[in-house]
């Protein structure tokens, strides 16, 4: 199958829940993101180089937005979605820089794998594929990366019930409130993830990761 991405496609869900899955999405007229950029978590950070995991819960169901990748919109797109504001509001505080835009991508990059459970979407429908068979695919996903130390950085109940299987005491996990603004100013707000992940990573002998990026 040419569409499975590398590194990553021997998982089961390919074989056994994937097919069924992409004839569904492929007889809807419109799902987010489009299918070029269905897999893109998985393409830009292969199960190697995974050091951070982040896990949003389904792309944003706004046309021109969702991008593959978890809290991540194009680079062009000037007005972010609040949960992404309250993010880099975060950063500042946090270690005193944010991104120039919402592309997240360099992130993905150094290895921060930004996974959604559920990988689609329809337009103006939130969570709307929540039931559609992509947990298989999140467990399956979680379960390889927690095999080595990594960094479990979980924001709001359904991000920490997914991962809390796979939890080990070599990982570092964080969980706070969601950064939405209806639960950000519930534990998001002064938690200083992103340093503290990069103490973790720097006590490990690992490299940091450049969460600031190009900045303006």
């Given at each position: 199958m040419s569409d499975l991405p590398e590194g990553w496609g021997d998982l089961p869900f390919f074989s056994a829940g994937w097919p069924a899955l992409r004839d569904r999405l492929a007889a809807r007229p419109a799902v987010l993101p489009g299918p070029e950029l269905r897999f893109r978590?998985?393409?830009?950070?292969?199960?190697e180089a995974v050091r951070v995991v982040i896990l949003g819960q389904d792309p944003y169901p706004t046309p021109g937005h969702a991008t593959g990748l978890a809290f991540s919109v194009p680079p062009d797109l000037k007005k972010l979605p609040r949960s992404l504001n309250n993010i880099f509001a975060e950063m500042r505080d946090d270690i005193g820089c944010a991104p120039a835009s919402g592309d997240l991508s360099h992130w993905a990059e150094q290895g921060v794998l930004l996974l959604n459970t559920a990988l689609s979407v329809e337009p103006g429908e939130a969570g709307g594929h929540a039931r559609w068979g992509w947990t298989?695919?999140?467990?399956?996903?979680l379960g390889r990366v927690a095999q080595r130390p990594c960094a479990f950085l979980l924001w709001g109940r359904h991000a920490q019930k997914i991962?809390?299987?796979?939890?080990?005491?070599?990982?570092?996990?964080?969980?706070?409130a969601h950064p939405?603004?209806?639960?950000?100013?519930?534990?998001?707000?002064?938690?200083?993830?992103?340093?503290?992940?990069?103490?973790?990573?720097?006590?490990?002998?690992?490299?940091?990761?450049?969460?600031c990026g190009p900045t303006v």
């Open positions: 978590a998985l393409e830009l950070t292969l199960p298989a695919l999140v467990d399956e996903v991962a809390a299987p796979h939890l080990r005491p070599d990982h570092l996990v964080i969980e706070t939405s603004p209806l639960s950000a100013r519930r534990g998001f707000f002064g938690s200083r993830p992103f340093g503290r992940i990069n103490e973790w990573l720097e006590a490990r002998g690992d490299p940091r990761v450049d969460w």
